[in-house]
C-alpha cells in the first residue's frame, strides 16, 4: 500500500529569475525530481517566459521575490547578484533553505550566515562550473597549504566586467592570451561579479576568500571557460581542470544549470553520493 502522506511530504521549490539557468532548473522540476515540487517562480519580466511557463505539466505560481520564501521551503537564487539579500535573508530567517549561485554576494552579505545559524535556516552552494569541492572540503577538514584557481575565458565572457572598465584593459581583438588579472578570490570576487562565483565557491569550501589565489586568462584560443584547480594539504596534493561548455549566456557554462539539478536531487534523494 502506498502511503499517501508521501505526496504531501514533498518539499516545495521555488526558483528566483529565469534565466539560462533558472529556466532549466524549473523545466527539470516540472519534469520531476524525488520528493520536490515546484511551486513558485520570480522575474523581472515575466511576460518574456510566460509561454513556456504555460506549457508546464503544472505550471507554478508567478510571485515578486518577497513572496517565495512563504511560498516554498527550499528557494533557488538564479538572480543577479544584487538581488542575493533580497532573495535570501527572507527565506533563512524563516529557518528554510537557500541555494545560492551568485556566491561572490555573500561575501558582501557574510552576516547572512550567522542569519541562518541562528534561525535554522541553511544556505547551500552547489558546486556550479567547478570541480571537486568535496575533495577540497574534505581536506579542509585537516591543513590545507594553499589553494590556487586559474581560470581561462573566451575574451566575449569577461568583456565589461567591472575590474576591466576600472582599469581601462581591453579584451577585443586579442590574437594571444592575455593574463586581466592576478589576486585572491575576494579581489577576483568583487572585479568579476558574473564570472567569479567559482572562485568564492571554492574558497569557502577551502581556505577562505583571502588566501585562495586567483589568475583571470582572457583568451581567444579556447572556445569553452576553462578552470583549473591546484590544492596543496597535509592530506593530499592534488590538481583538477574542467572546460565547460558555454550556455546561451557566454558567461554562465551549460554544466552549472545541471548543477544545481543534481544539487537539488540530493536534498530528498533515497541514496545520495558524494560528500
Known amino acids: 500500500m502506498v502511503d499517501s502522506s508521501s505526496a504531501r511530504s514533498a518539499a516545495r521549490v521555488a526558483v528566483a529569475g529565469l534565466g539560462a539557468i533558472g529556466a532549466s532548473v524549473v523545466k527539470e522540476l516540472d519534469r520531476g525530481i524525488e520528493g520536490l515540487a515546484l511551486s513558485a517562480v520570480s522575474a523581472q519580466n515575466v511576460a518574456k517566459h510566460q509561454a513556456w511557463l504555460d506549457d508546464l505539466k503544472t505550471p507554478p505560481k508567478i510571485l515578486p521575490i518577497e513572496e517565495l520564501a512563504e511560498a516554498a521551503d527550499i528557494v533557488v537564487e538564479c538572480a543577479p547578484s544584487k538581488l542575493v539579500r533580497s532573495i535570501v535573508a527572507p527565506v533563512i530567517e524563516r529557518g528554510k533553505t537557500a541555494v545560492v549561485l551568485s556566491v561572490g554576494a555573500l561575501l558582501q552579505n557574510e552576516d547572512l550566515i550567522a542569519l541562518a545559524k541562528n534561525n535554522g535556516g541553511q544556505i547551500v552552494v552547489p558546486t556550479g562550473a567547478l570541480i571537486g569541492l568535496d575533495a577540497v572540503t574534505a581536506a579542509a577538514e585537516g591543513t ?29 581583438g586579442l590574437a594571444e592570451p592575455l593574463r586581466i588579472f592576478e589576486g585572491t578570490a575576494r579581489e577576483a570576487a568583487k572585479g568579476f561579479p558574473a564570472n567569479l562565483n567559482v572562485a568564492v565557491a571554492l574558497s569557502l569550501a577551502g581556505i577562505g576568500p583571502d588566501r585562495t589565489r586567483v589568475e583571470i586568462w582572457a583568451d581567444p584560443t579556447v572556445t569553452r571557460n576553462t578552470h583549473r584547480i591546484e590544492v596543496d594539504s597535509d592530506s593530499a596534493r592534488f590538481s583538477m581542470t574542467i572546460e565547460n561548455i558555454p550556455s546561451e549566456n557566454p558567461r554562465t557554462g551549460r554544466i552549472t544549470a545541471l548543477s544545481v539539478i543534481a544539487c537539488l536531487r540530493k536534498q530528498r534523494a533515497s541514496l545520495r553520493i558524494g560528500t
Open 144 to 172: 590545507i597549504h594553499s589553494v590556487r584557481l586559474v581560470t581561462r575565458k573566451p575574451p566575449l565572457g569577461l568583456a565589461g566586467a567591472p575590474y576591466l572598465v576600472e582599469n581601462d584593459i581591453s579584451v577585443e
